[in-house]
C-alpha cells in the first residue's frame, strides 16, 4: 500500500499495543515501525532494474523479518525511554505488529509480497489498489483524532478500535467483491464460448468497484473490464497476442527468465526496432479502460549491447496520458 496507508497502520497498531501506557509515543513509533520494510525500495535503487524488483518486497516484508527486528529495535528504544511503563519486551511486541501488519496488508495487492522468505513464493491476492482513498481515509481520521485524548481515555481506545475493525472489515470486503467479479467473468467467458487456462482479476486505480481481468488462453490474454454498475449482462474482451515466438533471442537470459516467474507468467512480448518489449499484465494498462491501447503501467525493454548479452531497463510511463484518462477512470467506473 501507499506510504500514507502504512504510517496510519503502524500509528494504530502502535497504539492498540501501547497506548495505553505511553500514549502518543505509541502512535510515533508504530508509524515509523510500519514504514521501516519499505527502506528496501532505496536499497534496490543500488542495483539493475531486475534486482530491484526482486528486493522489493522481499526479505524486509517476510514474518523472519519481523521476528528479527522487533526484539532489536524494542531493546534500543526502551534504553531511550527507561522512565517510562513499558519495558523491551512490550516495545519489541509493538514493533513486531508494526513491522508485520505492513505486509500483512501489501499482501492484499497485486505486487506480491515474499511473506514466507526465504521461500520464493510471493503472495498476492490481488483485492486491493495501492492507493484506496475509501480504505485510508476513515482510518486516518480516526488516528487523528486519537491525539486529542488523554492516553487514559476510553474514547481514545474506541476511535483506534474504530479504525482498526473498519480496515479490516473493508479487507473483507473486497475479498467478497472479488468473488462475485470473478464469478462475473467466469460467466460471461462460459456464455461466449472462450476455453481459457487461467484469468487474475484486480480493481483498477483508487476503487474496488471498476474490476479489470487478464485471461489466459493458448495463444493470446484477453483484458476486459466489469464495474459494479455495469448494466451489460456480458463483458467484453480485447485479444493481445502472446508473441512468444518474439522471446527467441532472450529465451535463455537470465533476466528474462526471472521476469517470467516475477510476472508470474501474465506477459506478452512486442517487437521495436532491434529491441524488444516485455509488457506486464499485473498491472494493466494507464487508460486501458477508456482507449484500450497496449501503453502498459509496467514493460520491460531488452536492448542488444555488443558483447551479444541484453540490457534490461523499464520503459518510462506517458503520465501525462494517464492523468488526461482520469475522467474515463471515472466516467468507466458509472457503469456502460
Known amino acids: 500500500m501507499d ?27 508504530g508509524a515509523i515501525g510500519g514504514t ?34 522487533a526484539p532489536i529495535l524494542g531493546y534500543l528504544i526502551s534504553k531511550l525511554y527507561k522512565s517510562y511503563e ?32 526465504p521461500l520464493d513464493y510471493r503472495v498476492a491476492i490481488h483485492s486491493i489498489f495501492v492507493i484506496d482513498p475509501l480504505y485510508t481515509l476513515p482510518f486516518l481520521i480516526s488516528t487523528i483524532a486519537i491525539l486529542f485524548y488523554k492516553r487514559e481515555s476510553p474514547i481514545r481506545r474506541r476511535w483506534n478500535r474504530f479504525g482498526l475493525l473498519f480496515s479490516t472489515a473493508y479487507l473483507g470486503i473486497t475479498l467478497l467483491i472479488k ?7 467466469v460467466d460471461s467467458l462460459r456464455k461466449q464460448n472462450i476455453d481459457y487456462e487461467r484469468f487474475q482479476s484486480r480493481p483498477t486505480p483508487f476503487n474496488t468497484i471498476l474490476w479489470t ?22 463483458v467484453a474482451f480485447k ?24 510476472t508470474k507468467g501474465y506477459y506478452t512480448i512486442k517487437s521495436s526496432g532491434d529491441k524488444i518489449l516485455m509488457n506486464d499484465l499485473r498491472f494493466g494498462q494507464l487508460t486501458g479502460w477508456e482507449e484500450g491501447d497496449d501503453d502498459f503501467v509496467f514493460t520491460y525493454q531488452f536492448s ?14 506517458n503520465m501525462q496520458k494517464a492523468r488526461e ?8 467506473i458509472k457503469g456502460n
Not at 496507508?5 to 501501547?18: H, M, N, R, S, W
Open 179 to 185: 468473488t462475485h467479479v470473478d464469478s462475473h467473468f
Open 36 to 69: 521501516i520494510p519499505d527502506l528496501d525500495v532505496f536499497v534496490g535503487k543500488l542495483f539493475d532494474t531486475v534486482t530491484e524488483l526482486d528486493i522489493h518486497r522481499g526479505f524486509s516484508h517476510s514474518v523472519l523479518f519481523s521476528i528479527l527486528l
Open 325 to 332: 484518462a482520469m475522467g474515463g477512470l471515472w466516467n468507466r
Open 239 to 262: 485479444q493481445i497476442p502472446k508473441a512468444v515466438d518474439l522471446e527467441l533471442p532472450i529465451r535463455e537470459e537470465a533476466d528474462y527468465k526471472r521476469l517470467q516467474f516475477l
Open 86 to 117: 513499558a519495558d523491551w519486551k512490550s516495545w519489541s511486541w509493538l514493533f513486531f505488529w508494526s513491522l508485520f501488519t505492513h505486509p500483512l496488508l501489501d499482501s492484499f495487492t497485486t505486487w506480491g509480497t515474499q511473506l514466507f522468505w
Open 304 to 317: 542488444p549491447l555488443k558483447n551479444g548479452k541484453w540490457l534490461v531497463e523499464r520503459t518510462p510511463n
Open 3 to 29: 506510504s500514507i496507508t502504512q504510517i496510519v497502520l503502524g500509528a494504530a497498531v502502535g497504539e492498540a499495543t501501547l497506548g495505553n501506557k505511553i500514549g502518543n509515543k505509541a502512535l510515533l513509533w
Open 213 to 234: 481481468a487478464n485471461i489466459e488462453t493458448k495463444d493470446s490474454f484477453l483484458i476486459s473490464y466489469y464495474s459494479l454498475f455495469d448494466s451489460a449482462e456480458e
